[in-house]
């Protein structure tokens, strides 16, 4: 019964283990917030590249650092609280997060490419949900249609932000990777990656 409504839902009521047991079978993918299920919808392609280019670089140094971490790209949902959510990418060094083949619990980094349909919860709601993880020590918003990246770092004081552009380097230091920002934004053609590759030729 709930496998079938899934396909049309949109804010349906149903328990986290009718949620996982449907989803795993899903065409569409969908978040669990608060007891209701969200129908998640397609992304651009400058989401794409930047989510895989992102993905790539973590990925790459990660496995030559030998690192005990490990990157997701969007299919692998995290557990926070009694919400699921899929994020765009996402590293986890905890070697003790196997509760769930299908989810973590204990991610070191979540990172969301911004949309115009995403851009205020993952901003508000799930920025403030996602910083309630002990474990999470950086929370990363991208632009697709501009060159903006803000960084959430957790401190001994809080959580700082710091806004990152075209020229700048992030360093993740929780996982010890340093991504150029122009890679993160390899082949995506919005008006600050144009403007910047002319000013570079």
């Known amino acids: 019964m709930v496998k079938a409504m899934l396909a049309h839902s949109v804010g349906l009521q ?3 283990n009718e949620y996982l047991d449907a989803e795993q079978d899903a065409q569409v993918r969908h978040e669990l917030m608060d007891g ?7 992304a651009s392609d400058k989401h794409n590249k930047i989510t895989g280019n992102l993905f790539a670089e973590l990925r790459n140094d990660l496995k030559h650092m030998n690192a005990p971490c490990t990157a997701y790209i969007n299919d692998m949902k ?3 609280q009694n919400n699921f959510y899929y994020p765009d990418v996402m590293v986890v060094c905890d070697n003790n997060d196997k509760e769930s083949e299908f989810y973590k619990t204990k991610p070191t980094t979540i990172i ?3 949309s115009p349909s995403t851009r205020r919860i993952d901003k508000t709601i799930k920025r403030v949900t996602y910083q309630s993880l002990p474990t999470l020590q950086e ?3 991208i632009e697709q249609d501009k060159v903006e990246i803000e960084v959430f770092t957790r401190s001994s004081s809080g959580w700082q932000a710091e806004y990152y552009y075209l020229g ?3 360093t993740f230091a929780s996982i010890g990777v340093t991504v150029q920002v122009e890679d ?3 082949q995506v053609n919005n008006d600050d990656v144009l403007a ?3 000013t570079e030729n």
């Open 139 to 141: 929370y990363v918003l």
């Open 112 to 114: 969301e490419v911004l």
């Open 36 to 42: 209701y299920i969200y129908a998640m919808t397609g």
């Open 196 to 198: 910047y590759v002319k």
């Open 168 to 170: 700048d380097s992030i």
């Open 184 to 186: 993160i934004y390899y």
């Open 14 to 16: 149903i328990t986290e």
């Open 78 to 80: 995290v557990k926070v």
